[in-house]
């Protein structure tokens, strides 16, 4: 947002003004991008990323990678054995950081145990139940009678999927995964060490890729169906031709060319993660960090959160019965909302069973 | 040795008889009649198990070779495809026979996948169990598993849970030799480290691999010296291509990357080559082992089973006869606990 304000005061192409020298045509409309910016970083951004996918592809280190800070759950809890647990756990980390003012707090939420059981039945279950959890509880602030001014939002924006790269096409577990939950979250597969396909393998295995997701009606970011204008269309399908994106993560830095740059040795040459040449992995994080954030968090606000919403809303026939407290006690939320949910179907406690069966 | 069957070669020595002759005698039979081998290849699909079989052996396996969808694997269960090509180098001729096991850890559940498997490599048992009781023996085909290499991910921290199921259910049964696939994801210490995991993992299970036989100690150095190398390269993390790169002049097969070039045959980028080599001189140690443990173990637990006779009935009696034997030391040992409880009131 503050290159496009910049961008702005420096050229006098605008929309219908001039620069601040010629005054008859301008107003100063355009100056609320300058405090709506100065706002959002005085308030910080929030980021919430899910890591899904097997043990051992790299995905503490990709997340290190992205962020260029060890922001991973394996950095925070170090754990030497690195066992695979029996079940799958949900391991959430939080971290503020900061960069040239803006200040973020980033949560990346790991999935230990995904896939790695001899039987996988089910094991989108609790990842699926972790999703509506969030979006539960952004709804009881929203539907608080006294509600915070920020809700934090602890609503998974979006979740990187890690393809493992066999080279040949997408596993069952793969399918059955990203079919239930690209419906409730923004998914971005990619394809995790990719240093172990060559460039023609890769191609042809995201070929692949992306002919199974079409055939099986797999939408994953950016989705078609919310695509705002021509110009948003134009960008997201050249993104959409490069899905998934082939990555390379590593928190080792090599000196090559006289550089410092993050990268992988290998006795046949050294993997440059940030050279596009060798991995996508630049691509993955503009998409994610530099254009694309704020559209991931508005999908995630705007369509995903509104389809649970009124789904949630719908189920438990709502009676609209207001009890307001006589002795409202601050910070108990139970007195506080409205009793929305005082239903009068008996099952109306199963609701979240079925939820997350129906899946 | 030059004593090839020229009989008026022999030394004069006092006491020389000649049967030290024997071995070339074998060693032409054995050239005669070829060597047969059969090779089973475990491991989940897109590991490199094709691609690798291919550069062990030169040869095409697989030519029309179709690798179904995701939608379709949803649906498959384990098959075996068992696909023999005859090798010949040298006067020397092999038929081998690589057993491939498409559709292994792909379904979402693989609580089953090995059955099929081990069924299959129980048949084999069988067949020759049935060949050798049989009454002409002249051409028993051996068509049983020697050796199965087993394809861990280089993707994951070590041995997966179904990796350690799976070769808990063999390891009685066939020869194992671990191989890390698709080697070239891994860095030289992640290798390093990634092959003592599994060691470790093997050791913790208590999974019994094929073990290499140490030199005989009338072998020269350099022998001695290979294998103790081989030893301790288990479990050989490998590359395969065929696919031939130019790289300084000369053609080698390889892998091509915008960062550099992966090569097959050099030692120090993979051990395929000490995977090659310990197949070639342990192919007999391999038969060998098979014939005289795991094929031995199923004949002697297949013939106690069938001394039983192979009747439903008597079957059934057994169990009952098992039954019984249980409630009887039930019994005893209520018996036991009375008297001790009628000592202890005695006591009193």
Aim: hydrophobic share 35%; proline share 4%.
């Amino acid at each position: 947002m503050s290159d496009s304000a910049k961008s702005h005061h420096l050229n006098p192409h605008g929309k219908g003004d001039k620069t601040h020298a010629s005054d008859f045509s301008y107003v100063g409309i355009d100056a609320i991008l300058e405090q709506m910016r100065r706002k959002a970083m005085k308030q910080g951004f929030e980021l919430n990323i899910m890591v899904v996918g097997q043990s051992g592809l790299g995905k503490s280190t990709l997340m290190n990678t992205l962020f260029k800070s060890k922001v991973s759950r394996k950095s925070v809890l170090p754990d030497p054995e690195e066992r695979i647990p029996k079940t799958i756990e949900i391991k959430s980390i939080s971290h503020d950081i900061e960069e040239k003012g803006v200040r973020m707090k980033l949560t990346v939420i790991d999935t230990p145990g995904f896939g790695d059981q001899i039987n996988n039945e089910n094991c989108w279950q609790p990842i699926m139940k972790f999703i509506n959890d969030q979006y539960e509880a952004y709804l009881q602030e929203e539907i608080n009678i006294n509600r915070k001014k920020r809700i934090p939002d602890s609503r998974v924006h979006c979740c990187i999927y890690f393809i493992p790269p066999t080279g040949h096409c997408l596993r069952p577990l793969d399918l059955e995964f990203m079919r239930r939950l690209s419906k409730v979250v923004n998914i971005v597969p990619v394809i995790a060490k990719a240093d172990t396909l060559t460039l023609e393998e890769r191609d042809h295995f995201k070929q692949t890729i992306r002919e199974e997701l079409r055939a099986n009606g797999i939408d994953v970011y950016p989705q078609k169906e919310f695509d705002e204008d021509s110009d948003d269309r134009m960008i997201n399908d050249k993104i959409r031709e490069m899905i998934p994106f082939a990555v390379v993560g590593s928190d080792q830095e090599y000196q090559v060319n006289g550089k410092r740059i993050l990268g992988r040795k290998t006795k046949w040459g050294t993997i440059e993660v940030e050279n596009i040449g060798h991995c996508e992995f630049a691509y993955l994080r503009d998409l994610l960090i530099r254009t694309h954030m704020q559209n991931i968090k508005d999908i995630t606000g705007s369509i995903h959160y509104e389809t649970y919403r009124v789904r949630r809303l719908n189920e438990s026939n709502i009676l609209f019965t207001a009890h307001p407290p006589e002795h409202p006690t601050p910070g108990t939320k139970q007195s506080q909302t409205y009793n929305l949910f005082t239903c009068t179907n008996p099952h109306c406690g199963d609701w979240e069973e079925d939820l997350n069966s129906n899946f | 040795m030059s004593q090839s069957g020229e009989k008026g070669k022999f030394p004069d020595a006092a006491g020389y008889v000649g049967f030290a002759n024997l071995p070339n005698q074998v060693h032409r039979k054995s050239v005669k009649k070829g060597f047969e081998f059969t090779l089973m290849v475990v491991g989940e699909s897109g590991l490199g198990k094709s691609t690798l079989i291919n550069s062990l052996f030169l040869t095409d396996l697989y030519p029309e070779r179709y690798i179904p969808g995701a939608a379709e694997k949803i649906e498959r269960t384990v098959q075996i495809e068992a696909s023999t090509v005859e090798i010949e180098e040298r006067g020397v001729k092999l038929r081998l026979t690589v057993v491939d096991t498409p559709g292994y850890g792909d379904a979402i559940n693989s609580q089953d996948c090995f059955k099929t498997i081990i069924q299959y490599i129980d048949n084999q048992f069988e067949r020759y169990l049935h060949d050798e009781s049989g009454l002409n023996r002249r051409h028993i085909v051996d068509n049983r598993v020697h050796c199965c290499f087993y394809f861990i991910s280089p993707f994951g921290h070590g041995l997966k849970p179904l990796d350690v199921e799976f070769m808990k259910a063999i390891h009685s049964k066939v020869n194992i030799v671990p191989v890390i696939a698709k080697a070239d994801t891994l860095t030289l210490k992640e290798r390093d480290r990634l092959k003592r995991r599994i060691l470790d993992e093997i050791a913790e299970h208590g999974i019994r691999i094929y073990q290499l036989p140490d030199a005989d100690s009338d072998e020269d150095e350099e022998f001695k010296e290979q294998t103790r190398v081989l030893k301790a390269s288990i479990p050989f993390a490998v590359i395969g291509s065929n696919q031939l790169i130019e790289v300084k002049g000369k053609k080698i097969r390889g892998r091509l990357y915008p960062w550099g070039v992966v090569e097959v045959e050099n030692p120090e980028h993979n051990d395929f080559l000490k995977l090659r080599t310990m197949l070639v001189t342990h192919m007999q140690d391999l038969q060998e082992v098979t014939q005289d443990l795991h094929y031995e173990n199923f004949r002697s637990e297949r013939l106690k089973r069938a001394g039983r006779a192979v009747d439903e009935d008597v079957l059934d009696k057994d169990q009952i006869l098992l039954q019984k034997e249980a409630e009887l030391r039930r019994m005893q040992e209520m018996i036991a606990q009375m008297q001790a409880q009628m000592k202890m009131k005695s006591d009193e």
